[in-house]
């Protein structure tokens, strides 16, 4: 059974960064499509961004040019770098995992693997 486990949120000002991570294990995260999601206060869950297992990403729009998804295979965890935060990207940061199929993006309903989330506030 696949596991994760993110860190790294935090309480940040505004145009600050935070890099999260997500350590994964019961299987190699360079065999899956991996992603990293949201749930905003009062929100949907909603997907920022994916890799796939030849390291092609894909962003949505809301998000794309202030966050990167990058893979350590070799310590099986995945990162998101998130730079010029603002007050709207407070919220619970979730990774999740699926096995290749088909188009790799951040589909919410497509993930079958996901952690519990570490919490993101940004203030002014």
């Known amino acids: 059974q696949v596991q994760l486990v993110e860190s790294g949120g935090d309480s940040v000002q505004v145009g600050g960064s935070l890099r999260l991570s997500c350590s994964v294990s019961?299987?190699?995260?360079?065999?899956?499509?991996m992603g990293w999601f949201r749930q905003r206060p009062g929100k949907e869950r909603e997907g920022l961004v994916s890799i796939d297992t030849d390291d092609s990403t894909s962003a949505a729009n809301s998000v794309k040019g202030r966050v990167t998804i990058s893979r350590d295979n070799s310590k099986n965890t995945l990162y998101l770098q998130m730079n010029n935060l603002k007050p709207e990207d407070t919220a619970i940061y979730y990774c999740?995992?699926?096995?290749?199929?088909?188009?790799?993006?951040?589909?919410?309903?497509?993930?079958?693997?996901w952690g519990h989330g570490t919490q993101v506030t940004v203030s002014s």
């Open positions: 019961g299987g190699a995260i360079r065999t899956y499509y």
């Open positions: 999740a995992a699926r096995l290749p199929d088909g188009y790799c993006d951040p589909n919410v309903y497509e993930y079958t693997y």
